[in-house]
């Protein structure tokens, strides 16, 4: 992580607390508080931001892992009330004893680059729907309304992975199954 991208995604996932906590460890604690602090070091930094788990270890960013055992509407970052879902949320079916539906929120321009991943961790089927039909690409199919993880050799361990451009969502798969064969995805349309 460079110390110039910190403050960005500080200020991205923890707000005015976080450009606080950015100010005090930069050294720049006479301004906030009247001391005198010495500069702390780019790696004292990282470190002590991955205690706070605002980041991982290396300065990267944490990523949400949520476990959806029902069916699930996924709720746009742009929510006034904060329950949104920030992107890159791994949602997975742990726990499951059945199907799991998510549904993506419908694409808009301002959620440009949002993605969310869903992981098989039950030997249950996901289904990734879209809000508005016709709004997923997939491979060969530019008005797809899901991707799903349903064939039963796949299920555990399969991945995908959901981008918003603006005006649809792109859906691909993320991962290969045992032997390096290619996990199934199965596109309803």
């Given at each position: 992580m460079h110390l110039a991208t910190l403050p960005?995604?500080?200020?991205?996932?923890?707000?005015?607390?976080?450009a606080i906590i950015l100010a005090i460890l930069l050294g720049l604690s006479?301004?906030?508080?009247?001391?005198?602090?010495?500069?702390?070091?780019?790696?004292?930094?990282v470190r002590q931001l991955a205690a706070w788990r605002v980041c991982d270890p290396?300065?990267?960013?944490?990523?949400?892992?949520?476990?959806?055992?029902?069916?699930?509407?996924i709720v746009s970052p742009l929510a006034t009330d904060g329950t949104g879902d920030a992107s890159g949320t791994i949602f997975t079916n742990r726990g499951a004893t059945g199907a799991v539906v998510l549904?993506?929120?419908?694409?808009?321009?301002?959620?440009t680059?949002?993605?969310?991943d869903v992981v098989g961790i039950a030997a249950q089927s996901i289904t990734v729907a879209t809000a508005t039909a016709d709004t997923l690409i997939v491979t060969n199919d530019?008005?797809?309304d899901s991707l799903a993880i349903a064939t039963a050799s796949d299920k555990i361990g399969a991945a995908m992975r959901f981008i918003c451009d603006g005006t649809s969502w792109i859906g691909f798969g993320l991962s290969t199954g045992a032997g390096g064969t290619a996990d199934t995805f199965t596109v309803a349309t």
């Open positions: 960005l995604q500080l200020s991205l996932q923890a707000g005015v607390l976080g006479s301004v906030v508080f009247g001391t005198n602090m010495p500069a702390p070091s780019q790696s004292d930094i290396m300065g990267g960013p944490l990523r949400r892992v949520v476990a959806k055992t029902a069916d699930y509407t549904t993506l929120p419908a694409p808009i321009l301002a959620l680059g949002l993605f969310y530019t008005a797809a």
